[in-house]
């Protein structure tokens, strides 16, 4: 299994639709974080979490709400999705260095 | 903001060492230099990160300038499956962790 696990890989849905990106991990890390990238572009942060009840917003927090769930367990929610949310998102968690999960690719029609 | 720049692309054919330059003005004293490699449909992969030494692992080297503004990603022997987007960051503790990312230096390596 890997460290760090996204579901789902692939989504499409529609304008106006709510959606959730989960993301767990089996590091034992406090460390959360959600990015997204957009083609030819680097990571941009949308939230992170430095332990449950720690919720802090990133760069680009708008349009976008999250969730620890558990140490474990670190989902982000797309509370009405606009097709400018189109992009590849990934989790990660932090030790010492990053680990990323494989991502998940996002399109809003 | 803890900014880096980096060229948006270096070519090398396969089998030579290829140095990757960074540059991060704004560093502060205790930020650590992180490079990571992003290859295509995958998630960024950690390759290596410093303080002040420089630093080998199995993946490659980090030679670090002493006034720790610039720092140089060696690979000693590069194979098709290094070809990637390589990133440099280096994480501000003013700013939490925040790692920011730039577009990093695409790495084209030559049969």
């Known amino acids: 299994d890997a460290d760090v696990t996204q579901t789902p890989r692939n989504r499409i849905t529609k304008t106006g639709k709510r959606i959730m990106l989960e993301c767990s991990q089996t590091?034992?890390?406090?460390?959360m974080y959600w990015y997204r990238q957009d083609p030819g572009l680097g990571l941009r942060l949308i939230y992170y979490?430095?332990?449950?009840?720690?919720?802090n917003k990133g760069e680009i927090s708008d349009g976008y709400s999250v969730s620890r769930q558990a140490q474990a367990k670190f989902s982000l929610s797309l509370e009405s999705a606009i097709p400018n949310q189109t992009a590849l998102y990934f989790c990660?968690?932090?030790?010492?260095?990053?680990?990323f999960g494989s991502g998940t690719r996002l399109t809003v029609v | 903001d803890a900014k880096t720049t980096q060229p948006n692309s270096m070519e090398s054919n396969e089998e030579e060492p290829v140095h990757l330059p960074c540059n991060h003005s704004?560093?502060?004293?205790?930020?650590?230099i992180h490079w990571y490699r992003q290859l295509p449909s995958q998630g960024p992969e950690y390759v290596i990160h410093?303080?002040?030494?420089?630093v080998n692992n199995r993946m490659a080297s980090l030679a670090i300038a002493e006034d720790r503004k610039s720092s140089t990603l060696i690979l000693h022997r590069a194979t098709l499956r290094d070809a990637a987007v390589y990133y440099c960051?280096?994480?501000?503790?003013?700013?939490?962790?925040?790692?920011?990312w730039g577009a990093g230096t695409k790495l084209i390596i030559k049969p």
């Open positions: 990660a968690t932090v030790r010492d260095g990053y680990t």
């Open positions: 590091k034992g890390h406090d460390r």
């Open positions: 979490s430095f332990d449950v009840k720690d919720i």
């Open positions: 704004t560093i502060s004293g205790t930020d650590y």
């Open positions: 410093g303080l002040t030494s420089n």
């Open positions: 960051i280096h994480d501000s503790r003013d700013s939490n962790y925040q790692l920011i």
